[in-house]
Structures are given as C-alpha cells and as structure tokens.
C-alpha cells in the first residue's frame, strides 16, 4: 500500500468547492479506500478518481500550476487516499459543484446568466442549429449552457452528435489555433437519441519547457478527466475545472455525424463595458480576377476592393484599429495608400508597410452592425500584370472575444500576365475535361481537371463542387477517450491530426514497368505530387517518387522539385519545376478522413503538343472544310503553325478569313495564290494578345473585325486607312473576352457582339456604346464559354457555347435565354460554334468531329469521306452563306480544309 500526496481543498462560503491537485503516486497504484476528515459543510463530501496515462512533464505542470496559497477564509481539509498495486498513473479528484449549479439537466440555475444569442437557421439542420450559449464560473470553475433550435443529440441521421466547447485561458495565440483564438482546454460531449454518452475534459499539451504548445495537431490535446454533464431536449450544462485568466474567451461548435456543423460566436465569461463581442466580416466587392488599370493608364486608380461589417453581439464595442494584410506578386509601391470608408466618407488612411497596413480608427464606438469598406488607390507607376490580394488580418478592440468571417480578394493590376502563372485566379484554365458530378461530397466531388507544359514545368488544374481543401477544425468522428484507448484498430502512439484535405496526382512518367498500382489503378505510377490545406487554404505541397523499397502501404519517398500552390474558393493550380514531358495523370481528392475520396480518369499529356484531354488528340496540323456534310477537303496552310486562334468565312462565301495571336489577318480564295496578309497598319503584339475574328459587308469591301483578350475591337476594309478601333467606349476591364461576331441592325448598320469566358455579352454599333445583353450571363454561371455566332441577321440574335458543349441562344424577342437543345455529351473539349440563316447551329469539337442541329438533336457532320486525319487540334469553325452552306474548320497548325 502506498500513501500518495496531500490533497488541498478549499472550504468556501455556503460549501466545500475543490481546488483541483494532480495525485502521483510513487511507483504503486491500485484501488483502495478514499479517506477524508469531515468536510464541516452543509453537504457530504464526494470523491471521484479516474486513473489515466499523463507524462512527467504534464504531470509536474499541473501540479504546479493547480495548487497555490489558499483564500483568507479557507480551511486546509487533509484527504489522503490509499491505493494498492499496479503501476504508476495520475488521479484527478473531484468535488461538488458550486452550491445552485448542478450540471443535472434541471436549468432553473440558470435563469440569472447572461445568455448570448445566436443567428438561427444558419446550419443544415435545427438539431445542430446553435441559438444561445451562456457562461458562468468563479476561481475554481467554469459552468457551461448551450441551446440548439431543434432536439439535442437526435439528428436526422439517427446517429451521434458531438458539442465541442474551446476554452482559451490566456488569451494568447497558444494552444489549439481555431477561428483565430487558442485554446487551451477542451469540453467534448458526445450524445445519442437525445441523451448524453460521454463528457470529457482536455489540455493542450505542454513543451518541455512548460509552456503551452500551439498548432493544428488535433493529437495534442490530452485527456484529463471525465466532467458532469445534463441536458433536456434542447440545452446542454456541463461543468469543467478551471485555473486561468479571470475572463477567458470560449467557442462552442455543434456537428454530426454527416458532417454538418455550426459555430458560435467567440464569447469572454464576463461581458464588460464597451466590450461586447464583435463579428467582423469581410467580403471582395470586386470580382477576382478583374483587371484594375494601373501603370499610368487614364482610367480610375481607386477602387472599394473589400466590404467590411462589424457587428456587436450584446452591447457596444471600443474600436481602436483595423489591420489590412497584403500578398500576390504586387509589392507595397504599388498600392500608394489604403483606406477605411463609411458611406462613402474617408475615416482613416494608412500606407502598407512589410505588407501591413495599420488603420487608426480613434476609439470609434460601434454602437450597432456598421458597414464599411476598404478602399486601395493603385500607385501610378504600378506593375502591369502582377497580382494584388488584400484582406483583414485583424482588429484591435476593446473585446478580444472578437469573430473573424473574412475572405481574402485578389486581382490583376492593368492587365492579366501571359501564359500559365500560379497567382490563384486561374484565368488561362479553358476547356477544361469535366468529370461526373454528384458521385462524391461536394468539397472533394471533382468537376474539372487539366494540365499543361510550359517554360520547363508542368502545370496542374483542379475544380471541385464545394469548397477546395475545405477540411475540418475538428478531425475526430469519436470520443477522443475512447479514441486513445489502444487496440488492433487504434495503435498506439500519437497521429498527426490536423483535419487537412488531400489532393494526389498520380503520374505514370515515360512507360514504367514498376510503380503504384493498387487494384483497379488505369495506370503504373511512378511520380505524385500530394497537396494538403484546411479551411481552403494549402498548408503543404510536396513531391514524392515511387521506390519499391518503401513501406508497402506507402511506397513514396519525397523527390527533388519545388511545388507551387494557389487556391481559390472551388479551385487550385499548382505546378513543379520539372517537365515530364510525355505522361499520364489521375487526379484524387481525399477527406480529412482519408478514405473517403473523389478520382478521376487518366489525363494523357504529350510530348509533342502539350494537352491532350480524355476526348482529344495530337495535333499534327491538319483542318478540313464540307460543303455536302459528307467528306472533307483541304484548303492549304494559313500562316506558322501554332499562332493560329479563329477562322470566318466573308458575307460572299469566296474567302476565307484567319487571324493570328499577333493580329495578323490572312485571307483566302483557295486558287493558287494562297494566303496573303489582309489589311495594312502596324499592331504591337506585345501588348494584348488577338483571340476573335468575325467579318460583314461594307459595300464592294469586306470589313474584317478583331478582338483582343482585353476588350479592344478593330476593323479595317483591306484598304490604306489601316486599322481602327471600332467604338471610343471601353469595355469593362479584363483578360478574359473569347470571341466576337458581327449582325446587323434593321437598318443594316453594323452590330458586334463580344464573349466574355465567363458567358456575359457586349454589344454595340460603330462609335456608340456597349450595353450587356440580357442583363445577366446565360446560364449556369461559369468560366468556360469559348465561342459565340450570329443567329440571324436581326439585332440581339446570338449563340454561345461553353466547352461542355452546351449552347444558349438569346433573342429579344423571347425571354431572354434559353438551352437550345440538349448538351452535347462525352468531351469538355468544344471549341467554335457557327449558325445559318435557317437556324441550323454547328459545333466543333478540337478533334475535329463537328455536329449540328435545328433544334431536334444533335446529328454528326461531314462523316462521309475522306475524314479529317486523326490526331488533330482542330479550334474554328464557319459557315459560307446559303445555299451552299459550306463548313470550313481551321486546325491550330494552319490547315484549313472543307467539306463538300
């Protein structure tokens, strides 16, 4: 029998509370009887030990930490327990609550407790639905009430549910990092068919230095005791010991076993004065992506970027600062100051220093929900083509029980760059392959991948249904208690929890005879890039080669190569410093859970020309035209190969039309002479890059019209007078415009329409105005609409298509828009679409096969022959006029070939 340490236990006014104290024993352990001196109290005392695993560290910690000179009024009461046998544990011993709260289920204790409500129907379903919370406690303990909308610990599932409540005790970023607070205790109650399982109480582990640690690392939270816990139908009570700060900041979260969740506000045990809690929300209020002018250019410098809402919970709130943090590839000297605006008044100006910019807001009173924004002038001598992202970092307030809801926004200064850059606005991402939705959670259900080479690397493009890398605060789907108990399904030792999603891209480089391939696997990988983030942001990037020597159940070792990772919102581009050339690729998204988990077919990359999508194949530079819809003739190579970008026939049907990146236009009668230059006048390629082409009738000329990817449109007759802009008016800033077509008023004046990727539509006439078509962008929103084409020679009359093969027709005199016939199925990889007078509408894929329809189906044109030769990258289509109707497709090496 051993006698382990003296317990203290301080007598208060009205009842013995406890002053908790480790126990060690000195090397025996075992069960005995608890001995104690009589309590002098109203109520018996009541003892309650539970052995459990603790580190010396810990251990010693608490011990010092727990124990501490007594209150003048207390009375030192000896308990000494006795125990027999086993090996050496930690005991916790606890006593009764304080007198008036009995965490029993019966809430009458509470009727005099400031209760913190909630904003209702703001989770998935009212079992989880948060709607009050209150906290109460003294030097010894923490009493805790929570409130849902619906019945408690019944979801829909018929499964668990768990509250978790974080408890930060020195208001210090030490401890568990969630929602900007760390936390350094941890109430867990678990419950089922309304009724409490379990409840457990948790530290965040300490450094050996006895200080707190802080992290994500879910597998550092230590078990210290079970705690007393009750509930009713709808509201839970659970008690807690507590040593720490006199006002500590506290989180309740609720969530299921479906994986629903819902937050509280942070929330201090004592509202103070001018202290309320505070909700800060933060928004873009400009689109990502946009271009905003800079570099000298004429148009407005200053923009309202991010929106910004502060709302006090009970009460007001001191406001003293609000800092704004910058990233992306500006620099400070390119933003010339930043600004908080309230009704469209200036409040406060800063400039940004080490990427910081500290806003003074003068002991501003935010007596109600206040709405401001945050407004950036760009320097005059900012960098064209580099991203600016700006968000709140943080406010200082006269709470620190203060709730961050803020997402960062990012744009482009003055145009966007060329080529593929990892910035995280994805806008060189077209054409995607789609893969099937629905067959997963939304956060990892993948919806479109792609890849791609260039400047010695190789490029990686993902989109899913929810939220990318969403991942989770809490990586548990158990009671951590039950959890650390080891078995055959939980070994022992500490895993690394962090609640991280995970993205694999399995690459079968060359023609491997040896790699990974699990049962099932399309393909023998050799290389994988595995990419891991949390609440959307990515936390770590890392490549890996296969070796045979590894552990069988992971048989990667890291590789040489620098992964770089952007996410945004649905999506993530990444790429490494590596160019593999030929290879194969399978993309896979994995829960926090790593089981569940989302994968797409193989992706074929070539070494010749780069992408090659699931439905696509090389290209080897052929193109082809049809009269008939039967067979296919060649009209000859227009201009170097790979600079080619559209194709129009001229309102006579005897020429053929084509326009370089550069902006040269070339035509052609098909007779011997071939292609010749079409136009006179100089075009500085290096400053925008040409995508569209359209024609119309001027008389005895041809007016030929060219759109930039940033907007601007040109025409010129083939006369002297060169090149000239089409209108004076601009069109909204952006990288992102597809394509242009040319109709005609009721009074046969000229009319241009332009496509943006994103589905919206401009229209105007020479020298007038743009206006947005329809008001809105055809439906459903997205960024891959690549082509659009005249419908009829009236006004408004337009086609457009995404590269899913969807087409929507706009008429002003209908509704609006409208699907015109059902999608084309099997590719993501439509590129052209053109029309007919009679409202026959014609779509190219880019491996060449066209189809058309009247409305009634889609039917395959030109399938006769000869064919088009396989092995194509096929990008333009266009019709001559009737009667002939003749279809002409230009590939991106220069052939261009008909049929009929």
């Known amino acids: 029998m051993a006698m382990v340490e003296i317990v203290l236990v301080e007598e208060a006014q009205g009842g013995v509370v406890s002053r908790r104290m480790l126990l060690r024993t000195d090397g025996q352990t075992g069960a005995g009887p608890v001995l104690a001196q009589e309590a002098e109290s109203e109520r018996d005392l009541e003892v309650y030990f539970e052995p459990i695993e603790v580190q010396k560290e810990t251990a010693r910690t608490w011990r010092d930490r727990l124990s501490g000179p007594l209150g003048p009024k207390s009375k030192v009461l000896a308990v000494v327990i006795l125990m027999l046998g086993l090996s050496a544990s930690a005991y916790i011993l606890m006593l009764p609550s304080q007198r008036g709260m009995e965490m029993d289920g019966d809430f009458g204790d509470w009727k005099d407790v400031t209760l913190y409500k909630d904003e209702e129907y703001d989770a998935a379903h009212a079992g989880i639905d948060i709607v009050g919370y209150a906290i109460k406690g003294d030097d010894m303990r923490l009493f805790l009430f929570l409130e849902v909308r619906g019945v408690l610990f019944d979801p829909p599932s018929g499964d668990w549910m768990a509250i978790h409540i974080f408890v930060d005790s020195d208001n210090a970023r030490t401890g568990y990092d969630i929602m900007q607070i760390g936390a350094d205790y941890l109430i867990e109650v678990y419950g089922k068919g309304g009724h409490v399982t379990s409840a457990h109480y948790y530290a965040f582990d300490l450094e050996s230095d006895g200080t707190r640690a802080a992290g994500d690392d879910w597998g550092n939270w230590s078990h210290i005791s079970p705690v007393r816990a009750g509930n009713d139908a709808r509201r839970l009570e659970v008690a807690m010991p507590y040593h720490g700060d006199a006002n500590p900041r506290v989180l309740f979260r609720t969530s299921d076993q479906s994986g629903n969740s819902d937050l509280s506000w942070v929330v201090p045990l004592r509202l103070e004065e001018r202290r309320s809690p505070l909700k800060v929300t933060s928004r873009p209020l400009v689109a990502e992506g946009n271009i905003l002018s800079a570099g000298g250019l004429p148009e407005a410098r200053t923009y309202d970027l991010l929106s910004l809402e502060l709302k006090p919970l009970m009460g007001t709130c001191r406001l003293d600062e609000i800092t704004v943090k910058m990233c992306g590839t500006a620099s400070e000297t390119d933003v010339a100051a930043v600004a908080v605006v309230m009704n469209g008044v200036v409040v406060s100006t800063a400039h940004f220093t080490e990427m910081s910019a500290r806003l003074e807001m003068g002991d501003w009173e935010v007596l109600k929900e206040e709405h401001l924004s945050i407004r950036v002038e760009l320097a005059h001598d900012a960098r064209r083509g580099s991203v600016l992202s700006i968000g709140v970092a943080g406010v200082e307030a006269g709470t620190r029980a203060v709730t961050y809801d803020v997402l960062y926004g990012a744009w482009y200064l003055g145009s966007a760059p060329l080529g593929h850059v990892i910035d995280g606005l994805f806008h060189e991402w077209t054409g995607a392959p789609r893969d099937r939705r629905g067959d997963a959670p939304p956060n990892i259900d993948i919806t479109e991948y792609k890849a791609a080479r260039a400047d010695g690397s190789t490029f990686f493009y993902l989109r899913v249904d929810g939220e990318m890398l969403a991942g989770t605060w809490i990586p548990e789907g158990r009671p951590m208690a039950v959890r650390d108990i080891p078995g055959p399904w939980n070994p022992p030792g500490r895993v690394h929890r962090t609640g991280e999603d995970m993205i694999y891209v399995f690459l079968s480089v060359g023609s491997p005879t040896t790699g990974f391939m699990p049962e099932g696997f399309p393909i023998v990988a050799n290389r994988m890039i595995e990419v891991r983030g949390r609440n959307g942001i990515v936390t770590d990037a890392t490549y890996y080669k296969y070796s045979a020597d590894a552990p069988s159940e992971w048989p990667w070792v890291v590789d040489w190569g620098r992964v770089v990772a952007a996410s945004g919102r649905s999506q993530i581009e990444f790429s490494i410093d590596i160019d593999f050339r030929e290879f194969r690729a399978i993309y896979r998204v994995v829960t926090w859970r790593n089981g569940t988990g989302d994968m797409t077919a193989p992706l074929r990359i070539s070494a010749s020309a780069g992408i090659d999508d699931p439905f696509a194949i090389d290209s080897d530079g052929s193109a082809f035209r049809s009269r008939t819809g039967s067979s296919w003739n060649g009209l000859g190579r227009a201009g170097d190969g790979g600079s080619l970008v559209d194709l129009t026939m001229g309102p006579n049907g005897s020429t053929a039309y084509a326009l370089l ?41 041809t007016t030929v019209y060219i759109l930039s990817g940033d907007g601007s449109v040109l025409l010129t007759t083939g006369n002297d007078d060169g090149w000239t802009p089409f209108t004076a008016d601009a069109l909204p800033d952006s990288r992102a415009y597809v394509d242009i077509a040319a109709m005609s008023t009721p009074d046969g004046d000229p009319l241009i329409a332009v496509l943006r990727n994103e589905g919206t539509v401009h229209v105007a006439q020479p020298d007038g105005d743009w206006r947005l078509l329809g008001g809105t962008a055809p439906p459903p929103d997205g960024t891959c609409y690549v082509s659009i084409a005249s419908v009829t020679e009236g006004p408004d009359g337009v086609v457009v298509l995404r590269a899913d093969g969807g087409v929507w027709v706009y ?77 002409m497709m230009l590939s991106r090496s220069g052939r261009v070939l008909s049929c009929g």
């Open 661 to 701: 990146d550069n902006g040269t236009v070339l035509a052609s009668q098909g007779g011997e002479d071939g292609w010749r230059p079409y136009g006179t006048g100089d075009l500085d390629p290096s400053e925008t890059t040409y995508v569209g082409l359209c024609t119309g009738s001027n008389g005895e000329n």
């Open 811 to 887: 008429d002003s005199g209908t509704d609006g828009w409208r699907a015109f016939d059902d999608d084309l199925a099997g590719s993501s990889a439509h590129v052209s679409i053109a029309c007919n007078d009679a409202g026959a509408i014609y779509v190219l894929r880019n491996d060449g096969r066209v189809h058309w329809s009247t409305g009634d189906g889609w039917s395959p044109y030109g399938n006769g022959t000869p064919v088009p030769p396989a092995g194509t990258d096929y990008i333009a289509v266009d019709l001559g006029p009737q009667p002939t109707d003749m279809c």
